[in-house]
């Protein structure tokens, strides 16, 4: 399974075409996509109306949707930031530590477009789409 971040879907959304998002259209039919609830909620958060959110809302619950907000998730994401500070790499957001532990706990590859993830991939093992 894929799991495609927010900002892989924001851009395909909009019809941007980069490396991610021309992999994802290439790989629709032949790759297994989900996203996490978090996900669900970021991408839903920054579309313009109500109107716009039910649309993009549809084209996303195409894909299979993870719940992730968990206690032991939570303990883990806390864990996994802890040791990529002691590192030297402090990820800017909390969000992007629980879409990456998500993903490392259940062996999902993640497609992405963040340099949060980076430190996850080089020193957790987090499976990383490179197009």
Same mark, same amino acid.
């Given at each position: 399974?894929?799991?495609? *971040? =927010?900002?892989?879907?924001?851009?395909?959304? +909009?019809?941007? %075409?980069? &490396?991610? =998002? *021309?992999?994802?259209?290439?790989?629709? $039919?032949?790759?297994?996509?989900?996203?996490?609830?978090?996900?669900?909620?970021?991408?839903? +958060?920054?579309?313009? *109306? *109500?109107?716009?959110?039910?649309?993009?809302? !549809?084209?996303?619950?195409?894909?299979?949707?993870?719940?992730?907000?968990?206690?032991?998730?939570?303990?883990?994401?806390? &864990?996994?930031?802890?040791?990529?500070?002691?590192? !030297?790499? =402090?990820?800017?957001? =909390?969000? $992007?530590?629980?879409?990456?532990?998500?993903?490392?706990?259940? !062996? %999902?590859?993640?497609?992405?477009? $963040?340099?949060?993830?980076?430190?996850?991939? +080089?020193?957790?093992?987090?499976?990383?789409?490179?197009?």
């Amino acid at each position: 399974m894929v799991i495609v *971040d =927010t900002t892989v879907w924001v851009d395909y959304l +909009q019809g941007v %075409h980069n &490396r991610e =998002t *021309d992999w994802l259209n290439a790989e629709l $039919d032949r790759q297994r996509f989900g996203l996490t609830d978090i996900i669900l909620c970021e991408v839903l +958060q920054g579309v313009g *109306d *109500d109107a716009e959110a039910k649309k993009v809302e !549809g084209i996303l619950l195409k894909f299979e949707v993870f719940e992730g907000g968990s206690a032991a998730l939570a303990r883990d994401a806390a &864990r996994n930031y802890r040791a990529l500070r002691s590192r !030297g790499h =402090t990820v800017r957001k =909390t969000i $992007d530590c629980l879409i990456a532990t998500f993903c490392l706990s259940e !062996g %999902h590859s993640l497609l992405h477009r $963040d340099r949060d993830f980076d430190p996850f991939e +080089q020193y957790l093992a987090l499976s990383v789409i490179h197009p």
